[in-house]
């Protein structure tokens, strides 16, 4: 393949490798060539694989800054600057490097000065790129390895491969059959095609750990009737730091997967993807996940205003938009809930009206010590609706956001029981009783983190589409006015929406928020802001004009794409070779 760099250094590389004069040796995927505070005595060259640049700042994770490619040097700032290294570089595949040490390198170049320009024009580049999204790497060579017995998974793999090339990108695919490869085979085969799929069966351990070394990502498979084996824990995959996901295979026609979080608990899954057996839409939507173009929803919180997400996913539905992840915060974490455990539209309508349409869910007011209502008739419709069920056993990734009044920052939760989250995430100070989680109490997901665009984008490269409901003129001196007479209100029935202080509760907690929601609206690919003015927050009788809202404003906000919305973040594909 054409080297990056240029001629003379490329050439010193190459007679150091040919005469012995520098190292060439193989680096193992995961082991760092260099870190921190390491004296930088030798210039390297890599030859094949990938290594990844990390910066590590005291007590912080490392922050990944860009990778180094086949036929780009390594080391090259601080052995010019004759300082240490000060940051670490990563083997992100089973790699071949040349090494020329400092005093030979100096040499080289007072032969030939070309050497010392081709190594400046090098460090500019990265200085010039430093920081920008395009230095970040987008995931693109993938492992699937049978965490149990599994038949089909050549198959399967063999199956996404055809739906990725049918979106115009070119895929290989490779299994045991390559184990003796060495690393330039890997590299040349990753340089060639957009996309690379490798597939390991149980009993191809040996290959399976060599795969875990080459990719991106790694994705254990399982079925998901079955128990997961014992000693089914992964090792984290080299590239990108990332955990290894899980896929687990769903028998055709079941209702809703069962036993999933022991699998992620076996596994120690960094994600999980639930696929059923003979369903092309499953199927799709882990290929819009390799290929960036899952498409992530996230919804606001707002009272009763949050109806409007329920004619947002109408109109998606209507115009096949798909939706592969799903959060929310508050009132749009249960709509999100619901949208993650299947329900179809006419299921969606019949559950949110009979929990808060057909009877104000606040309507159990209690002397206020803690808040003012008892919130039993709030837990009670949360478990009619979800249940035991847990997040690993919702069809679609999903997440839903509280705030954590111990510890004062938001609180994300993805795993364990989906209604308790959610009482959580609902539990707005003075309306409801908090929750609590061991010492932490946790409150509505409101007052911290309204929509949470950016917790949807640590784990989704796709486009990302927010729903904020909590725009506009969201209450008005008239939602405020005292009765005049406690019996002619409570005879009318207007205190099943909660006196006028539930208004200033909800509207507090979400405008307490609003100067950070600027970030989240402006990460969002789609910002799509439903016109709500003649909605009240608390008045949950209110359903049809809030859901029409959010209709309109999400075919408003489709109407006006060039192009499909998954493909707003669309990678472009390498160009077709030639034939010769």
Wanted: glycine share 10%.
């Amino acid at each position: 393949m054409p080297s990056p760099t240029g001629p003379a250094l490329t050439q010193l590389f190459e007679t150091a490798r040919q005469t012995g004069s520098g190292r060439w040796w193989c680096l193992p995927g995961g082991s760092d060539l260099f870190r921190p505070g390491e004296p930088a005595d030798e210039l390297h060259f890599l030859r094949a694989g990938r290594l990844g640049a990390f910066r590590i700042e005291d007590h912080e994770e490392p922050r990944f800054l860009g990778v180094v490619r086949p036929g780009e040097p390594a080391g090259e700032m601080s052995l010019i600057a004759g300082s240490l290294h000060s940051g670490q570089l990563t083997a992100l595949r089973d790699s071949e490097i040349v090494s020329v040490d400092r005093d030979a390198f100096f040499e080289a170049c007072d032969a030939d000065p070309d050497i010392m320009v081709d190594v400046a024009r090098q460090m500019v580049g990265r200085a010039r790129n430093a920081g920008r999204p395009t230095a970040l790497v987008e995931p693109a060579v993938f492992g699937f390895v049978a965490a149990g017995p599994m038949d089909g998974l050549r198959d399967l793999v063999e199956s996404l491969a055809a739906r990725i090339r049918a979106t115009g990108y070119s895929v290989a695919v490779a299994g045991v059959e390559a184990q003796d490869e060495e690393s330039s085979w890997f590299s040349n085969l990753e340089h060639g095609v957009d996309y690379v799929l490798y597939m390991a069966n149980l009993e191809e351990q040996a290959w399976a750990a060599k795969i875990a070394r080459q990719v991106d990502r790694l994705f254990r498979v399982g079925r998901g009737d079955y128990p997961p084996p014992p000693g089914s824990a992964a090792a984290t995959p080299a590239a990108l730091g990332l955990g290894a996901e899980l896929v687990l295979v769903q028998p055709a026609g079941i209702r809703r997967p069962r036993g999933s979080e022991a699998w992620m608990t076996a596994t120690a899954a960094a994600g999980l993807t639930h696929i059923r057996r003979g369903d092309p839409g499953d199927l799709e939507r882990l290929v819009r996940r390799l290929t960036g173009r899952a498409v992530g929803l996230v919804l606001s919180g707002g009272g009763a205003r949050a109806y409007a997400h329920v004619g947002v996913i109408r109109a998606f539905r209507e115009r096949g938009v798909p939706i592969d992840f799903v959060g929310g915060a508050s009132m749009g974490a249960v709509i999100a809930a619901g949208l993650a455990l299947g329900w179809d539209l006419d299921e969606m309508d019949r559950r949110i009206r009979l929990a808060f349409v057909d009877s104000s869910p606040v309507d159990d007011i209690a002397f206020p010590m803690l808040a003012m209502i008892r919130g039993g008739k709030v837990a009670r419709r949360l478990e009619e609706n979800f249940g035991d069920v847990q997040f690993a056993d919702l069809w679609r990734p999903c997440f839903c956001v509280s705030s954590n009044l111990t510890t004062g920052v938001p609180q994300v939760h993805r795993r364990g029981l989906v209604r308790a989250a959610l009482r959580a995430s609902i539990s707005l100070p003075g309306l409801l009783p908090p929750a609590t989680q061991g010492q932490n109490v946790l409150v509505d997901g409101a007052v911290l983190k309204n929509l949470p665009v950016d917790v949807m984008r640590s784990s989704l490269s796709g486009p990302i589409i927010g729903v904020d409901v909590s725009r506009g003129l969201s209450i008005t001196a008239a939602d405020i006015v005292r009765p005049r007479s406690m019996l002619r209100w409570i005879l009318s029935g207007q205190w099943r929406k909660g006196p006028p202080i539930v208004s200033l509760l909800i509207r507090a907690a979400t405008v307490s928020s609003g100067r950070d929601l600027a970030a989240d609206r402006e990460a969002a690919d789609v910002l799509i802001v439903p016109e709500l003015a003649g909605v009240e927050i608390r008045d949950w009788s209110a359903y049809d004009p809030a859901v029409a809202a959010g209709y309109a404003a999400a075919i408003a906000a489709l109407d006006h794409l060039d192009r499909p919305l998954e493909d707003l973040r669309r990678r472009t594909p390498q160009p077709v070779p030639a034939s010769p």
